[in-house]
T-cell receptor, first 110, second 114 residues
Framework: KNEVEQSPQNLTAQEGEFITINCSYSVGISALHWLQQHPGGGIVSLFMLSSGKKKHGRLIATINIQEKHSSLHITASHPRDSAVYICAVDGMEYGNKLVFGAGTILRVKS | KAGVTQTPRYLIKTRGQQVTLSCSPISGHRSVSWYQQTPGQGLQFLFE???????NKGNFPGRFSGRQFSNSRSEMNVSTLELGDSALYLC?????????????FGPGTRLTVT
């Protein structure tokens, strides 16, 4: 079964800390998405990656295709970063549909 | 540009009934995909439509169906509702088909089946 694994499941950080969330997948992919979901349900797409690294503000996403692994980093974390972070992959071996990780619940305390 | 809209936002139905949910994509987006989110199973792909054609379907029973209209608006229908269908149903739109472009999600429809 082709799976997407995220770690950690839960993460509590102090404001200002550097945060890393990891995502591993089992077979080749076409693209990997990082999503943010706030309480209430709305989902925002943060990044879409097929290789390398992308940066937007305090968020950085990297992907290592050979190791089948991606990381989402948040620098100088802030309480407003508290949310669920979800990775999702797409590819022929995943049936050409988005397959989601279980999500990482992040709480940033002030 | 207006975002993805979903109607209704909240819905309560009884077991055995059917329900239709609507999703209006961002103007110019031709792809609409649907997802079910539950506490137990997380986010799961339901189906994707592009230019009125279903491109892909997830592992859901035939009670779950959908369609897309010529203006790219999409509807999904669930017949013979079961308690386990209670979930947040999300749709997303993108410019092109497939998932190698940015996905824009709607706010979701929260369905409760009693």
């Amino acid at each position: 079964k082709n799976e997407v694994e995220q770690s950690p499941q839960n993460l509590t950080a102090q404001e200002g800390e550097f945060i890393t969330i990891n995502c591993s997948y089992s077979v080749g992919i076409s693209a990997l998405h990082w999503l943010q979901q706030h309480p209430g349900g709305g989902i925002v797409s943060l990044f879409m990656l097929s290789s390398g690294k992308k940066k937007h503000g305090r968020l950085i996403a990297t992907i290592n295709i050979q190791e089948k692994h991606s990381s989402l980093h948040i620098t100088a974390s802030h309480p407003r970063d508290s949310a669920v972070y979800i990775c999702a992959v797409d590819g022929m071996e995943y049936g050409n549909k988005l397959v989601f990780g279980a999500g990482t619940i992040l709480r940033v305390k002030s | 540009k207006a975002g993805v809209t979903q109607t209704p936002r909240y819905l309560i139905k009884t077991r055995g009934q059917q329900v239709t949910l609507s999703c209006s994509p961002i103007s110019g987006h031709r792809s609409v995909s649907w997802y079910q989110q539950t506490p137990g199973q997380g986010l799961q792909f339901l189906f994707e439509y592009f230019s009125e054609t279903q491109r892909n379907k997830g592992n859901f029973p035939g009670r779950f169906s959908g369609r897309q209209f010529s203006n790219s608006r999409s509807e999904m229908n669930v017949s013979t509702l079961e308690l386990g269908d209670s979930a947040l149903y999300l749709c997303a739109s993108s410019v092109t088909g497939g998932f190698q472009g940015e996905q824009y999600f709607g706010p979701g429809t929260r369905l409760t089946v009693t």
